[in-house]
């Protein structure tokens, strides 16, 4: 299907799911919500960028305290063994579509800490990774734009291949 | 893991035990507790720490003496400044590196708008926690001009890395000292707003008023330190009473808690401490800036491998939280042999599970934002 | 007060319990006291007029394995009489017991947690003694001198692939690809026109 | 290699012209309407008179009947999202302003578009519901919120006959259906099986039955001065004039409004009275395990009540829809003689129209300022103000209010002159309100910008 759809892309059917999916995609860009997940240094830029001067709320992108609103987690500072499977956890009880970004050279790579016994060398050890921002700690423009490249993929991308696939046996609808 | 913390507690079937963090809202970071409350009123509140630990004394031991000062900077992400400061000093008493007055004016200098910008976060999330949005972004904006001060004289926002053994990295830039001064015109002018915005707000007070008593010996007894003991009635401020740098040079007061709106020792005692210290940073930093005597910035000959002769040396900074220590053990090689910070949130930390009895589950937030505790230094 | 001041202090009551290094010519000087007399000694320097150390400023550890001690070391400060001291304790690095100060300073409850965590140390009379900064089920001391590194937790490693490795195979063999179709090109220059079907 | 599909990039002049577009056309196209098709639920009025038919007659009356109100209703409710949705980026404007911020500003004009984005979103998103919920109630609990929340329209009034139905009980009636939410909230925090949920849900539970009797009590203070139930009937005993508002003519409706406005602001779970969904406390309360579309309904009706709170106190106490000159007698001659109005009548509509959704905002914005403004209390102090302040308030209110009326039914002068004492008084307060307001903000060195929205 998806194959069919990327080489022909003329076919009627294909042509409409995709006008249906621009229409989703933009509401689904400008409507990001982040989960607060302020782990160390990086928290306080995080704080930052929602701020008065970056605002992060321009791109419609508000804070939300519980997983299951969120739609993007903001993986922000260093990660240690011991919170790294309280990120998943996190990570598990967001609802789909959901996206991380890892913010900082702690949360991309273990960053400064490489030399630690305790730290966890990269977030995308435990949960997939869609935008990773550069910095120690990366500035509020830096993690805007991590934000806008973050729209970018949405937009790029079906809803309909983002759908968790239904857990067999459960009964959830 | 749960049965494991709450050892210490009697447990019937009457309380529910709720899992407060490490992802919450109001924990400041990653730090857990595990609340035993009976209703909205809790039993016991146990801090479960280490989500941040980063074994930051372990890698001073494999970095040089120079090395380690980017690490310091983590210590205390909040108000980098201070562990800077509290290491570099420690180094200097132990090697007998003399720092040139200069440096130790914009020491004082670079370390007091830390302790504003702190005091401005710590506040900041403190009215967040007890529902008032605005003050915090409030905040956040004058700390902003903060920033681009301390960028404009070290280049970075947030982990300065300032200090350096033996003085400071960089003299002030061009026009740094005017931008500087409007700021602090401006900022006495903001924190009349602010008290007006939020200190005195009733339900602000009723809030915080007679909450989460601490009494002074108490505080002495746990090992508070910095605006929690002050808040406490306790008079002591280590830039006062032990002076280190350029401190004596300068006339400030150091508030104390007396009971603003209630009790000695509450939640609002402990918050209006660090408002008029935030008043008072901005008095130092003036004095300090129309005082400032020309010179080196560096002490000289400070070797780029610096070897260090067996010793230990103890130094204590007042840092945003309190007292920070740092101590240092040489063996005589061009590495630390043990780095320790002793840091305020630590102790603060301790002090939770013996106040929160009897306290409501509000009260508990408004109690963790009056200690202004900040992950990193408890972990380190 | 200065240390050998409160040196002489403690010697008329403790005997040999407490003994001083010489003070070293720059850093802190401090004194030595037996395990056993630890908390006598140090309600002795709490209570005692002119004393008063109400403040235990820190409580932390060093390891030395050449000696194949612990010392525990304590810093001590008077908020009235503003002068501070530093105690030490050693401890056998086999079986590190000492004894707990939380009956004389509350606030030693969470150092020596933190010391118990990082160091093995096992404080006597200490309320709660469990691992403070790491989860429960770590394995080892990791400030002491000879710690190995576990080698990640719960199945998360601990290994960074450096991307450069990654980067330069990928140069590497972008390059090869390139000198691969670089060099039969001349030799193949006449069906130059058939080559886009082929990759078609 | 995915497609990128672009959407044309707009001007930004056209940004402006479709944002205010859509932003008076869907509210308004959808009130005509519902305005066209009321009539024809009432088929004595419209079928007999417009069409010349007997409806008795019809084969199947009941069932035309019946598709007509579920298509009535299904607008009414379209009509609710839209404005609740309106006020969220209304609310996040104002805030942004407040935090020196300049908030929502992608989508749309001023980020006009932004609830829409949102509520798309939310209805993509995973209709998530936990293994260990309770997942018949789960699933059920917004419905409850959304129902209390839909049929408060019903007997809204938003202009001179721009009612849906003007119930003889209405007041009555908005106060037993605005009720359901909280059974929604105690569901949504029992079913969801997770401690902060149920935080929540209790805390709602106690703050809403509480609050409702101050509430109560304070609401019979306008009725026994129109001495009738039904909205309209309450705004027709008012004038157009400040000083003929039930609010300015009697001290006590006064107080009863204020006693009213901060019952409502805890009914409606808004700071100061915040606690069930405390962020800082509860992380997000009892929303804490929704997620997906079943959020937004609470989302929706979270803020559609702030515009439901703030019309229900423009009616009560500021004179509702009433447009100053304009009596009855002018409605009635505009009206014509016609079966269906003249364009004057219905020219006059769209003016009360305005002059209410004006009262409404001016309300709305206060509930928004005080959210922004103010912390939280604890939940003791909440309770406290309630059964120690304000239900005793209401009560000597509602009392004097009694007496009140038998020495206006006396002296009908009095109300004229204590009308115009209260305005004055108001418009004195509002004054000074503004000159302090003014030099807080010279105190901090700065000034009034309002060019920067």
Redesign the interface.
Same mark, same amino acid.
């Given at each position: 299907m998806a194959k069919i759809d990327?080489e022909v892309?003329g076919d009627v059917t294909f042509f409409h799911t995709?006008?249906l999916?621009?229409?989703?995609?933009?509401? *689904?860009e400008?409507?990001l919500w982040y989960l607060l997940f302020g782990l160390a240094c990086c928290g306080i830029e995080l704080i930052q960028t929602g701020?008065?001067r970056a !605002?992060l709320? *321009?791109?419609?992108a508000i804070p939300?305290?519980?997983p299951?609103?969120a !739609?993007f987690m903001i993986v922000a500072g260093t990660l240690t063994y011991k919170m790294a499977e309280r990120a998943k956890l996190l990570y598990d009880q967001m609802?789909?579509?959901k996206y991380v970004i890892s913010m900082g050279s702690c949360a991309n790579c273990g960053g400064l800490f490489q030399l630690a016994y305790s730290v966890c060398k990269g977030v995308d050890k435990v949960v997939p990774v869609d935008v990773y921002v550069p910095g120690c700690p990366p500035r509020p423009e830096a993690l805007t734009e991590g934000l806008i490249r973050l729209q970018d993929k949405v937009?790029?991308?079906r809803?309909q291949d983002k759908? *968790?696939a239904p857990v067999q046996g459960?009964?959830?609808? | 893991m749960e049965k494991l913390i709450l050892r210490r507690v009697d447990r019937n079937n009457e309380e529910?035990i =709720?899992n407060f963090g490490p992802q919450?809202? @109001?924990t400041h970071g990653v730090i857990n507790f595990i609340v035993e409350t009976d209703g909205?009123v809790l039993r016991k509140a146990v801090p479960d720490v280490g989500y941040l630990h980063r074994s930051i004394e372990k890698i001073g031991e494999v970095t040089g003496w120079h090395g380690f000062m980017p690490f310091t900077d983590r210590i205390d992400y909040v108000a980098a400044m201070f562990p800077n400061e509290g290491y570099a000093t420690a180094v200097e008493r132990l090697t007998g590196i003399e720092v040139p007055r200069r440096a130790q004016y914009l020491r004082a200098i670079s370390c007091e708008l830390a302790r504003i910008a702190s005091h401005l976060v710590s506040l900041g999330t403190m @009215?967040?926690?007890?529902?008032?949005?605005?003050p915090m =972004?409030?905040g956040i904006?004058e700390r902003e001009t903060i920033n681009d001060l301390i960028e404009a004289l070290c280049g970075a926002r947030l982990t300065y890395n300032y200090h350096r053994i033996g003085g400071v990295a960089f003299d002030l830039p061009e026009g740094w000292k005017e931008r500087t001064l409007a700021f602090l015109?401006?900022f006495d002018?903001?924190l009349?707003?602010f008290d007006? =915005? &939020?200190s005195f707000?009733e339900?602000?007070v009723?809030?915080l008023a007679n909450v989460a008593v601490i009494t002074g010996k108490d505080a002495v007894d746990y090992g508070l330190v910095g605006p929690n003991l002050r808040g406490s009635g306790v008079d002591w401020d280590v830039r006062r009473d032990l002076p280190y740098g350029a401190y004596d040079d300068f006339e400030f007061a150091v508030p104390v808690g007396q009971g603003f709106k209630g009790t000695v020792g509450d939640c609002y005692d402990r918050y209006y401490c660090r408002c008029l210290e935030m008043g008072e940073s901005s008095k130092i930093v003036r004095q300090a800036l129309l005082q400032l005597p020309e010179g080196e910035i560096m002490a000289p000959k400070v070797a780029r491998n610096l070897k260090v002769e067996a010793g230990e040396a103890l130094s204590r900074v007042e840092s945003a939280r309190g007292e920070m220590a740092f101590y240092v053990v040489a063996d005589g090689t061009n590495k630390a042999y043990r780095v320790r910070a002793r840091t305020g949130s630590f102790t603060a930390m301790g002090i939770i599970e013996s106040a929160s009895p009897g306290l409501? &589950?509000?009260?508990l937030?408004a109690l963790i934002a009056s200690l202004d505790v900040v992950a990193p230094e408890i972990d380190r | 007060m200065t240390t050998s001041e409160i040196h002489d202090l403690l010697k008329a009551r403790f005997g040999e319990d407490v003994s001083a290094a010489p003070p070293p010519p720059k850093g802190d000087a401090w004194l030595t006291v037996k395990a056993e007399r630890l908390v006598e000694v140090c309600r002795f320097l709490k209570e005692t007029a002119g004393l008063e150390f109400d403040f235990c400023e820190d409580l932390t550890a060093v390891d030395w394995p050449k000696r194949n001690v612990i010392e525990v070391v304590v810093h001590l400060l008077s908020y009235k009489l503003k002068h501070s001291l530093v105690l030490k304790v050693e401890a056998d690095r086999g079986s590190p017991v000492v004894p707990s100060l939380y009956p004389v300073w509350k606030t030693a409850d969470w150092f020596e947690r933190e010391v118990y965590d990082l160091f093995g140390v096992t404080f006597t009379g200490h309320p709660d003694l469990r691992r403070l900064l790491l989860p429960d089920d770590w394995v080892g001391f990791p400030l002491r001198k000879d710690y190995a590194e576990q080698g990640g937790w719960h199945g998360i490693d601990n290994v960074r692939e450096n991307p450069l490795v990654e980067l330069k195979r990928l140069d590497d063999s972008a390059r090869a690809e390139a000198a691969k179709s670089a060099s039969p090109a001349p030799a193949a220059a006449p069906p130059a026109t058939p080559a886009p079907t082929s990759q078609a | 290699?995915?497609?990128?599909?672009k959407?044309p990039k707009l001007s930004p002049r056209a940004v402006v012209l479709l944002t205010l577009a859509l932003g008076l056309g869907l509210p308004a196209g959808l009130f005509g309407a519902v305005l066209v098709l009321s009539p024809l639920a009432q088929p004595d009025f419209f079928v007999r008179a417009v069409l010349g038919h007997d409806p008795a007659t019809w084969p199947h009356a009941h069932l035309v009947y019946g598709l007509v109100m579920a298509l009535l209703a299904f607008m009414l409710i379209n009509f609710g999202a839209i404005i609740s949705g309106m006020t969220v980026w209304w609310e996040?404007r104002v805030?942004?302003r407040? #935090?020196?911020?300049?908030?929502?500003?992608?989508?749309g004009a001023a980020?006009f578009?932004?609830w829409? $984005?949102? $509520?798309?979103?939310?209805l993509?998103? %995973?209709?998530?519901?936990p293994?260990e919920a309770d997942?018949m109630l789960f699933r059920a609990a917004p419905y409850f919120v959304m129902t209390g929340f839909a049929l408060t329209f019903v007997a809204l009034p938003f202009g001179e006959s721009l009612i849906a139905a003007d119930l003889n009980v209405g007041i009555f009636y908005l106060t037993a259906v605005t009720a359901l939410v909280v059974v929604g909230i105690l569901l949504a925090g029992w079913s969801s099986n997770s401690?902060?949920a149920l935080?929540g849900g209790m805390r709602s539970a106690a703050q809403v039955v509480s609050y409702e009797i101050p509430a109560g009590i304070a609401l019979m203070v306008p009725v026994l001065m129109s001495g009738t139930l039904s909205m309209q009937g309450i705004i027709r005993a008012q004038g157009a004039w400040p000083w003929q508002w039930h609010a300015f003519t009697n001290p006590a409706a006064a107080v009863a409004f204020v006693l009213f406005f901060i019952s409502q602001l805890a009914e409606g779970n808004r700071? /100061?009275f915040?606690?069930p969904e $405390?962020?800082?406390?509860?992380?997000?309360g009892y929303?804490? %395990?929704?997620?997906?579309f079943r959020?937004a309904l609470y989302f929706l009706v979270e803020f559609g009540n702030l515009w439901v709170m703030a019309a229900i106190s423009a009616t009560l106490f500021f004179g509702g829809w009433q447009v100053p000159g304009v009596g009855p007698e002018v409605y009635a001659a505009a009206k014509g003689a016609g079966a269906v109005p003249a364009l004057g009548w219905w020219g006059l509509q769209l003016l009360s129209m305005v002059v209410m959704v004006a009262k409404t905002v001016v309300v709305l914005n206060v509930i928004v300022w005080v959210r922004?403004?103010? /912390?939280?209390?604890?939940?003791? #102090?909440m309770m406290n103000l309630c059964w120690k302040f304000l239900v005793p308030s209401a009560f000597v209110a509602f009392v004097f209010t009694l007496l009140w009326q038998l020495l206006v039914a006396r002296a009908p002068a009095l109300g004229l002159v204590t009308g115009v004492v209260l305005t004055g008084a108001f418009l004195v307060t509002l004054i000074l309100f503004g000159r302090q307001v003014k030099a807080?903000i010279a105190? $901090?060195?700065d000034h009034v910008d309002l060019t920067n929205w």
């Open positions: 990327s892309g995709s006008q999916d621009q229409l989703i995609n933009l509401a *689904r400008n409507s701020g008065p !605002d709320m *321009r791109f419609g939300r305290a519980s299951r609103q !739609d609802s789909e579509p937009r790029n991308e809803w759908r *968790r459960t009964g959830a609808a | 529910m =709720l919450h809202p @109001s909205e @009215s967040m926690d007890i529902g008032a949005f605005t =972004l409030h904006r015109d401006h002018k903001f009349v707003e007006r =915005l &939020i707000n339900i602000y009723r809030r409501m &589950i509000a009260d937030v | - | 290699m995915p497609r990128t599909p959407l996040m805030s942004s407040m #935090q020196s911020r300049i908030g929502y500003n992608r989508a980020g578009f932004q829409i $984005a949102d $509520a798309v979103k939310l993509f998103k %995973e209709d998530l519901i293994a997942g401690k902060w935080f700071t /100061p915040d606690l $405390a962020e800082s406390e509860l992380v997000a929303l804490s %395990e929704y997620s997906g959020f922004w403004t103010l /912390p939280r209390m604890r939940i003791d #102090q807080n105190a $901090a060195g």
